[in-house]
């Protein structure tokens, strides 16, 4: 591990004019490549103290030997360049999205005397128009069968062709109208890349200039009374709208655009490009990355349209392009991608319309594309079981652990505070296992408390079963009060999860039950549980299990901030390299623990917002709580009436209007509402209702 400070460059060697920077390791290979306005003030970000930095920042500082730069004139030349460079140098360090060379395209070879359409795949070459991408092959091959009854252009391979020419027979498709057959002469070279060129223009969009011309063609046979021609050309004008249909109509302007949504979380990110070409949507594909560097939303729009654009020019750079989210440098890409257009492109955020509706099916796309990968990646037997002994062998623990249970906690200012438990076993979530908790033996926000408490609980229960069963010898002494059996110990809705169903229904007797058949709550120990936090989290919880008499748990936490894994008594933790398994799934757990704590939480304070000091009374309907805030018109007014003025309402006898009084008395006075922009405190609506 190299020390910064020792290749760090004398401030004045850098100069303060746009650029591209590289940083090379021990071995001179590049592994990281960036581009800046000012170059002073971009490699003096990275030279500061280490602590300061992003931990997938100070990984790459601390990799590197020595950085180099090379000066540009403007910032469009150092977008180019730092383009250029990443092809070239492929460094460690830069995301890359994976190429999606499995992606098939319609291309038609321009550069060739007589173009040919076909499905190609892998990497783009010169002379070639290209179409797509498709999601299928076979999707390519429809759309050409119903375009060549319009535009008969050759699809055969070179060898057909020249076998065609030198036996002077067409193939099939020249005998049945579906290619010009220019192999034997029928057109000449001139005519048949017309035809070429025809074809391109209908799958770039402009569609309507061809079908009204057949359409009008069309009527002229009749005219003419050549019915054999007015249907053929009729069928024709039905296959090309047949052909148009395979992709639906988006946009209503018939806009040329490329929309490209991003969805990620700490570690990936997932890009989907939807390609609308005359308001229809023509393409679309995606890429997955690692976040191997330390990039925004912004940064990743900017490393896709690097890679989506670089090699292309033209029209294969749309007139518009639609980002969630705009790059560092706006100016620049829009500059440098009407260069690779040849004319002005929009880099914009839709904001409203259709735009924005179709954005957010893109943004959907990549959202799901994004948990499919995960999903995928989690559900790979060999992956699952290599990340249990990975974390095993990090923790230092006898065996894999199959079982995992990870507790966060969640409030909002101290308020609502709340815990989940989450399971998974096998590496995979048992969601039927998760349990939920409310935080009862102390108010206010104190997260160490709090895990030790639920800890605690947990774990107390699991002593219940035990001893209920029979499962154990001898009763251990624990330092903490362990409850009768059948003591409840939870809040009242932490015995299952409500609002998660389990992924599949337990096989029958496939785990502990109680006598009525119902499963046991806390039944199942874990090889290791997981808090989410850092040293005073796992100490908690270690305390917690030691109280209790437990000793054979092994315990750790994961700090979010940096990704550490913290084990108990020990000053230092534990790094696992960003590529582990382990690592990953224990992010997995988590993330998870933290999902269904501040669903919990959130669900709690939703339901405390919608309450109401009138719920206190013992009798009093919905309607009637209506009627009353009707009348008085707020909570507030309805507290300075009388009973006889309460008894005034409809529907509201003397013995509620005293119940009503006497909850409205008993509960505090609201804190003044505070203007956060000015300070001053505002008095409350006597028109509204503060419930």
């Known amino acids: 591990m190299a020390d910064p400070s020792s290749y760090r460059p004398k401030p004045g060697q850098i ?39 992003h931990p997938r920042t100070r990984t790459m500082v601390t990799t ?31 995301v890359k999205y994976r190429d999606d060379k499995s992606y098939p395209y319609l291309a038609v070879t321009l550069d060739e005397e007589f173009p040919r359409v076909q499905v190609m795949r892998g990497a783009k070459k010169k002379g070639v128009r290209y179409f797509g991408p498709y999601g299928h092959a076979w999707a390519i091959r429809e759309t050409v069968d119903l375009m060549l009854r319009v535009f008969p252009v050759r699809t055969c391979s070179a060898g057909v062709f020249r076998n065609a020419a030198r036996t002077g027979r067409p193939c099939l498709l020249g005998y049945i109208g579906k290619c010009s057959a220019p192999c034997v002469g029928r057109v000449t070279p001139e005519e048949h890349r017309e035809l070429a060129d025809d074809f391109c223009d209908f799958m770039a969009g402009r569609t309507g200039t061809y079908i009204r011309r057949l359409e009008k063609d069309m009527m002229a046979a009749a005219e003419e009374m050549e019915y054999e021609r007015a249907a053929r050309l009729r069928d024709d004008v039905e296959a090309l709208k047949r052909a148009m249909e395979k992709s639906a109509v988006v946009l209503a302007d018939a806009t040329d655009a490329d929309l490209i949504a991003v969805a990620e979380d700490e570690l990936e990110a997932a890009v989907q490009i939807f390609h609308v070409r005359g308001g229809r949507v023509r393409g679309q594909r995606g890429w997955v990355t690692d976040k191997v560097e330390n990039v925004d939303t912004s940064g990743l729009v900017e490393h896709a349209l690097q890679q989506l654009y670089g090699e292309e020019t033209g029209d294969s750079v749309p007139k518009e392009v639609l980002v969630p989210a705009l790059p ?32 957010a099916t ?16 989690a559900s790979d037997l060999t992956t699952r079981s290599r990340a249990l002994e990975e974390i095993a062998e990090a923790l230092g623990l006898d065996t894999a652990p199959l079982r995992i249970e ?156 940096l990704e550490e894994v913290w084990l108990p008594e020990d000053d230092d933790p534990v790094v696992l390299p960003r590529s582990s398994e382990g690592l990953y799934l224990l992010q997995r757990v988590r993330d998870e623990a933290h999902r269904f704590a ?41 507290k300075q009436a009388t009973i006889d003025e309460i008894c005034e309402v409809p529907g509201i006898g003397r013995r509620t209007a005293e119940s009503v009084a006497v909850a409205l008395a008993s509960t505090a006075p609201a804190a003044p509402a505070v203007n956060t ?8 609506n006597d028109g509204g209702s503060t419930t």
């Open 64 to 94: 590197a030997a020595s950085v180099e730069w090379t000066v540009v004139s403007t910032e469009v030349e150092a977008l180019q360049l730092e383009y250029s460079w990443i092809k070239e140098f492929d460094p460690r360090f830069n």
């Open 406 to 561: 990870c507790f966060d906690i969640s409030h909002l200012q101290g308020d609502d505070v709340v815990a989940s438990m989450v399971v998974f076993e096998d590496g995979l979530a048992r969601k039927s296992e998760y349990r939920r908790f409310q935080i009862k033996g102390f108010e206010g926000q104190d997260d160490v408390r709090s895990m030790h408490e639920v800890i605690g609980r947990r774990f107390k229960r699991y002593l219940q079963e035990k001893e209920r069963t029979g499962e154990w010898e001898e009763t251990p002494a624990p330092t903490g009060p362990v409850p009768a059996p059948g003591a409840d110990t939870t809040a009242p809705d932490t015995a299952s999860d409500t609002t998660t169903a389990p992924d599949t229904a337990p096989e029958p007797d496939a785990e502990p039950r109680e006598d009525d058949g119902r499963p046991k709550r806390f039944a199942y120990p874990p090889q290791l549980v997981v808090v989410d936090g850092g040293q005073p989290q796992v100490a908690a919880a270690k305390r917690a299990l030691d109280e209790l008499g437990i000793d054979d748990i092994a315990v750790c936490g994961l700090a979010k901030r």
């Open 598 to 638: 501040i669903t919990y939480q959130r669900a709690k304070r939703a339901k405390r917002i919608r309450s109401s000091p009138l719920d206190a009374v013992a009798g009093l309907g919905e309607t009637r709580k209506q009627a009353l805030i009707k009348h008085f018109g707020s909570v507030k007014k309805l």
């Open 362 to 377: 893109v943004q959907r796309n990549a959202q799901q594309a994004l948990g499919l990968h995960k999903t995928k990646r």
């Open 328 to 359: 560092e440098d706006p100016d620049a890409v829009s500059q440098w991608l009407a260069g690779r257009r040849g004319s002005q492109v929009s880099l914009r955020i839709p904001q409203r319309g259709d735009k924005k509706d179709l954005m």
């Open 15 to 53: 100069p303060d004019s746009p650029g591209v920077y590289k940083f090379r390791d021990e071995h001179r290979r590049v592994i990281y490549v960036g581009k800046a306005k000012n170059l002073r003030q971009r490699l003096a970000n990275y030279f500061q103290d280490l602590a300061a930095l």
């Open 677 to 684: 922009a000015t300070g001053e405190i505002m008095e409350e």
